[in-house]
């Protein structure tokens, strides 16, 4: 039972360290070399398993950490990745996800940390759910605008 349940924490640990490094930083600056990717995962992995270990360890019980995980994952992921299905239709863009899925997230997260008071704190998964699909789409829209006007420059 611990082999399985190590499996798939290291297989999860590693997934999101691959996906930090190849998804997010390498698209943010293209030019990082093997090696460094590879420092970069390493590092990651440390930075997310002290993180994961931090909130295992404050929050107790598993119910309580499945509908932490639920929260941020409801804020931040959900619109991005149904978006992305139909990608071509709504004309989203990877920045205008990206920008969606920290920003959601940021606020579900912020509604579940108990120290923090913030008046409507019981709505803020509702807010970061709503939050998250105004950014995608109005960040897609700049970035997509941005991406127009450096094509119909002159000698493009």
Same mark, same amino acid.
């Given at each position: 039972? @611990? *082999? *399985?349940?190590?499996? !798939?924490?290291?297989?999860?640990?590693?997934?999101?360290?691959?996906?930090?490094?190849?998804?997010?930083?390498?698209?943010?600056?293209?030019? /990082?070399?093997?090696?460094? =990717?590879?420092l970069?995962t390493?590092?990651?992995?440390?930075?997310? &398993?002290?993180? *994961?270990?931090a909130?295992a360890?404050a929050?107790? &019980?598993v +119910?309580a950490s499945l509908?932490?995980?639920?929260? /941020?994952? =409801?804020?931040?992921l959900?619109?991005?990745? @149904?978006?992305?299905?139909?990608?071509?239709r709504?004309?989203?863009?990877?920045?205008?996800? $990206? #920008?969606?899925?920290?920003?959601?997230g *940021?606020? &579900? $997260? +912020? &509604?579940? +940390?108990?120290?923090?008071? /913030?008046?409507?704190?019981?709505?803020?998964?509702? +807010?970061?759910? #709503?939050? !998250? #699909?105004?950014? $995608?789409?109005?960040?897609s829209?700049?970035?997509?605008?941005?991406? $127009?006007c450096?094509?119909?420059?002159?000698? !493009?």
């Amino acid at each position: 039972m @611990i *082999a *399985a349940l190590v499996s !798939s924490a290291d297989t999860c640990l590693l997934s999101q360290g691959v996906i930090l490094t190849e998804d997010i930083l390498k698209r943010l600056r293209p030019s /990082i070399d093997e090696r460094r =990717t590879v420092l970069l995962t390493r590092l990651s992995l440390v930075g997310l &398993g002290l993180l *994961a270990l931090a909130v295992a360890l404050a929050l107790k &019980g598993v +119910i309580a950490s499945l509908l932490f995980a639920y929260t /941020i994952f =409801t804020c931040g992921l959900v619109v991005p990745v @149904i978006a992305g299905f139909y990608q071509e239709r709504l004309k989203v863009t990877w920045q205008g996800a $990206l #920008a969606a899925m920290i920003c959601g997230g *940021a606020i &579900g $997260l +912020i &509604g579940k +940390i108990p120290a923090v008071y /913030i008046p409507l704190k019981e709505d803020l998964g509702l +807010i970061g759910f #709503a939050v !998250s #699909a105004i950014l $995608l789409f109005v960040v897609s829209f700049f970035t997509r605008k941005k991406i $127009l006007c450096h094509c119909e420059e002159p000698g !493009s």
